[in-house]
């Protein structure tokens, strides 16, 4: 208990420090004073005060220096403090990190070996995006120009927005449309002008049912394939006894069926091109876009 607290109260700044003490001796097995200095530049006598401390203050367990390789090696004992040592965990830091983590000496052996893939740049102005932040934050309407497939031309909208929302692909925002009346998803890359602050609205988050919605989608291999197969796809996907279970908001179903590529108006005439499919697919009909 007494370490957990330690832990807890360490200043940002060290705490940011020592997860990449940790990050590059778990993943890398050598660390020296030059990561701490080349990623946050400071002297070499901070660095070497920093790794001290880590061992001293928090893990005196789990760092040994090497001579021969003139560094510091994890452990047999090595348990991280600061970071989580999963491989899920190291394989998202190098999808979150790739453009900045060759610049730092114990990260650019991964990157060496690493390639992520990028989604379009869809341009979002900074001029679109502060007033919509202060919207959700204060629970405000704003006056917005919006285009769609359906108007090219672009059309005035007044919304109440309260979350913003990645889908892997493209941010928008959740918010309600005094022209449906209705809470809808608008697209932020098709905002147009600059949206105009408004008062306060009484259509929040605690109002949008979609929005407020559990729902669990429940996804197993294609019932096509063969056992061998479909030990494979349960594999691939981490299910366990037989399925994974992918908890969601109503309002986000669409999206993540988008994300594992499930097209719920078809079905791939060869087992193999499909690999997976919704099981209780009846439960979620409300929430899905036809």
Not at 236 to 241: F, H, N, S, V
Request: proline fraction near 4%; charge should be positive.
């Amino acid at each position: 208990m007494k370490r957990e607290q330690s832990t807890a109260q360490v200043r940002w700044d060290l705490a940011l420090r020592y997860r990449l003490i940790e990050t590059v001796a778990w993943w890398e097995g050598r660390l020296t004073t030059q990561h701490l200095m080349q990623s946050f530049g400071i002297s070499r006598q901070q660095a070497s005060k920093d790794i001290n401390a880590y061992i001293a203050e928090h893990a005196p367990e789990n760092l040994t220096y090497d001579r021969q390789l003139k560094g510091y090696v994890p452990s047999a004992q090595f348990k991280p403090r600061f970071i989580d040592d999963s491989a899920d965990a190291y394989l998202h830091l190098l999808n979150q990190n790739h453009d900045r983590a060759p610049h730092v000496e114990g990260l650019a052996l991964a990157y060496a070996h690493t390639e992520v893939l990028r989604v379009p740049d869809r341009t979002v102005r900074a001029e679109v995006l502060r007033p919509l932040l202060k919207a959700c934050r204060e629970g405000l309407r704003l006056e917005i120009g919006y285009v769609s497939l359906a108007n090219p031309q672009p059309e005035g909208r007044l919304i109440a927005p309260h979350t913003l929302v990645y889908t892997g692909m493209r941010w928008h925002v959740r918010a309600y449309c005094e022209k449906n009346r209705a809470y809808r998803d608008f697209v932020l890359s098709r905002l147009r002008g600059v949206p105009e602050l408004l008062e306060a609205s009484a259509h929040g988050r605690a109002q949008d049912e979609g929005w407020n919605a559990e729902v669990t989608l429940r996804i197993e291999p294609d019932p096509r394939l063969s056992a061998e197969q479909r030990a494979i796809i349960e594999t691939d996907y981490g299910m366990r006894a037989g399925h994974l279970a992918v908890a969601s908001r109503g309002a986000l179903v669409q999206y993540v069926l988008q994300r594992f590529q499930i097209d719920t108006t078809k079905i791939e005439p060869k087992a193999a091109a499909q690999q997976i499919v919704v099981a209780n697919l009846e439960e979620l009909e409300r929430w899905l876009y036809r």
